[in-house]
């Protein structure tokens, strides 16, 4: 154990040490920030002085900001230099720093001290920021159970406790059930149309368990091939039934567990003065309520189902050309949907590799945000990072002034967890001292000494991710636990989603998209493709997740066990109406369906917000299109109202002010060709 004062965890510099950082200060740091915490947390509750701003709320920020920093800096360690030394550590304090994070609202000296503190004439006269902060701290406390009585905190607690309990089954129950299937098929002719990495896989798997052919498993790098490309019909149907049967049978069965979990969700719910979860949970997002998230899913699916109507007229008539007859089954959609886009667009992604190598997209991901939002980005070797494979850029304003700097980390490794992500890792203070990022991914990494080249899928991911980054890197908040991505979840996708539109746009992939032996440019025909491609079947994609979003919020807002019985049959009969063919009678997506149950909240009643930050950003790259997509007017008037602007307004006012009017599906439709 090194001695406290040379710990780095314990005032983490904007300058992150992190080759000094060791696992072995995981522990004593956290444990000392958590005292130091604790402390800060008691002397507000027992300050005699007059309550102030600074006194309290200001107090209760600053207490709470060197563990954050820390906790926040070892969680991203965690996910990209995972060793079992910092994973037992982290573990080992996570469980103490949550349980102090949710013992807050429920402490009855701070509480006390919060709310004498908002009746006074310094809490009236708080600038904007500093009162929304006011305002969202009481209501957040009073949402986690602060104005209960000493019987109702019991009982809070104890739905907590029994939710995350349930939960964790549930999710449990997904994985074993997941990993208890399999099918193994001997008879080679019968993996006709499957790619040949699918039958590798299929292949290593069976030898990897010890048996002779190929085998199948309930995961998605084994479900969707077999579903896309397989011949034979009737595995098709074995696959795709198994897959949403999946923890319905035997020590398995997620239906009760689903039951018992929208029970104790209403009932928390209730017991905090909420008519039902959705409500809870909406609040402080930008539906506000479950009937305003259902009105905006139920306005869309209306919108979507004329063409949702012609797709699948187009799909079925494709088939009959192929002279296939019989009902068009659940596992048939994939398959033949695959066949008629090899029909319709001959489109094969990897013809664009060529055209994306890894260097020329980021220099022009950055000079695509240079010119939008007048900023620079350099690469500053300087910084100490956790790897020979990571830089560090720092981003500065035109005039040279420094708003931060970040670390970029793009390839896999294998002590590095998967995805790609944005995190903030420090938050500058009041004179926007620099903010620290990371931006971290898993694209195709460089083969032999070729340069990465890479898909548009991952061109995407490294812009959505850049818009995060943006978000936290250029806030101008003042309060931290109001600055960069600390906003409505309904919200945070609009800056990163908005990012993607510019990997579409022609003039964009002019400055960036270039082959990289010659320097040539996207062909128009290829680039036709890639547009074309983009749209196929999105009514049936749309429709799809509106279906999940239905589901989730009927089984929040209006599922009654007594009177609808099963789950599974209450979320299937939902969910038929947005299929374009008859589901099977013990179709039971939802036992498997860990977004809305494999956590204590998860997506619970948040599955809509997908689509809700679409609509958004769709509807606000209008004005990027109308005034060009450079346009250094519409960037500043983007940066000043949404990117610099953090959770410091509501964000339909924040909104409203960059668009000048509320948001329109209109161009979210007229993106996907449905309109
Ligand atoms: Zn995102």
Request: hydrophobic letters at 40%; glycine letters at 6%.
């Amino acid at each position: 154990m090194s001695p406290p004062d040379t710990n780095p965890l314990l005032v983490v510099p904007a300058a992150i040490p992190f080759d000094a950082i060791r696992a072995s200060h995981v522990v004593p740091a956290i444990e000392r920030l958590l005292t130091e915490a604790r402390a800060e947390v008691a002397a507000i509750a027992t300050d005699t002085q007059p309550r102030t701003y600074d006194s309290v709320l200001g107090r209760l920020e600053k207490a709470t900001e060197p563990l954050e920093n820390a906790m926040t800096l070892v969680g991203h360690l965690e996910s990209v230099t995972n060793s079992p030394e910092l994973r037992a550590a982290y573990n080992q304090v996570k469980p103490e720093v949550s349980a102090f994070y949710a013992g807050l609202p429920l402490d009855e000296g701070l509480w006390a001290a919060l709310e004498s503190y908002s009746k006074t004439d310094d809490a009236r006269a708080l600038p904007a920021v500093k009162r929304r902060l006011l305002t969202r701290t009481i209501d957040d406390f009073v949402r986690h159970g602060a104005r209960l009585d000493p019987s109702g905190k019991k009982r809070l607690e104890a739905l907590t406790r029994e939710l995350a309990q349930v939960s964790q089954k549930f999710s449990e129950n997904v994985l074993d059930a997941t990993a208890a299937w399999e099918m193994v098929i001997t008879d080679e002719a019968k993996l006709k149309g499957l790619p040949r990495s699918a039958v590798e896989g299929a292949a290593e798997s069976a030898r990897s368990k010890g048996v002779t052919g190929w085998r199948f498993t309930l995961q998605a790098p084994s479900v969707i091939p077999v579903m896309t490309y397989l011949d034979d019909r009737e595995i098709r149907r074995d696959v795709y039934r198994a897959y949403n049967r999946r923890a319905t049978e035997g020590a398995h069965d997620n239906r009760a567990n689903i039951g018992r979990i929208l029970e104790l969700r209403r009932e928390k719910a209730q017991l905090l003065g909420y008519k039902d979860f959705a409500d809870l949970l909406l609040e402080d997002r930008m539906a506000k309520n479950g009937a305003a998230a259902r009105a905006f899913v139920d306005d869309l699916a209306r919108r979507t189902d004329l063409a949702f109507a012609r797709e699948n007229a187009e799909l079925e008539a494709f088939r009959a050309r192929q002279s296939e007859t019989g009902v068009l089954e659940p596992w048939d959609l994939g398959y033949w949907a695959e066949k008629q886009r090899l029909a319709l667009y001959d489109f094969d992604e990897e013809e664009l590799r060529p055209y994306f190598p890894i260097n020329r997209v980021i220099s022009g991901l950055f000079e695509t945000v240079e010119r939008l939002y007048g900023v620079n980005v350099v690469e500053d070797p300087a910084l100490p990072t956790w790897g020979a494979h990571v830089k560090a850029y720092a981003i500065t304003e035109g005039d040279g002034t420094k708003l931060g700097h970040f670390y970029a980390d793009f390839y896999p490794r294998e002590e590095k967890r998967g995805g790609a992500w944005m995190n903030g890792l420090i938050t500058g203070d009041a004179k926007i001292a620099p903010h620290v990022g990371v931006i971290c991914a898993n694209v195709s990494p460089p083969v032999g000494d070729k340069p990465a080249l890479l898909t548009h899928d991952e061109v995407e991911t490294l812009f959505h991710e850049f818009g995060h980054l943006l978000h936290h890197m250029l806030t101008r908040v003042e309060v931290r636990s109001l600055a960069g991505t600390n906003v409505a979840w309904d919200f945070v996708e609009l800056p990163s989603q908005i990012m993607e539109n510019w990997t579409w746009e022609r003039a964009a992939l002019d400055l960036f998209a270039r082959h990289h032996l010659d320097g040539s440019t996207i062909p128009q025909p290829l680039f036709e493709k890639l547009t074309k491609a983009r749209t196929y079947r999105a009514a049936n994609a749309q429709m799809r997740q509106l279906g999940f979003a239905t589901v989730d919020l009927m089984m929040h807002m209006d599922y009654d066990p007594t009177r609808d019985g099963d789950p599974t049959l209450y979320a299937r009969s939902i969910a038929q109406r947005f299929s374009p063919v008859t589901l099977p009678d013990d179709y039971a997506f939802v036992t498997s369906f860990g977004h809305l149950f494999a956590s204590e909240v998860g997506y619970a009643a948040g599955y809509y917000s997908y689509k809700w930050a679409e609509v958004l950003d769709a509807d606000a790259f209008t004005r990027f299109k109308e005034h060009g997509v450079f346009s250094r007017e519409v960037g500043e008037a983007f940066r000043k109202s949404v990117l610099e602007r953090g959770n410091g307004s509501d964000p339909m006012e924040l909104y409203r002010e960059f668009m000048g009017r509320d948001p329109d599906l209109k161009a979210l439709l007229e993106r996907s060709g449905l309109a």
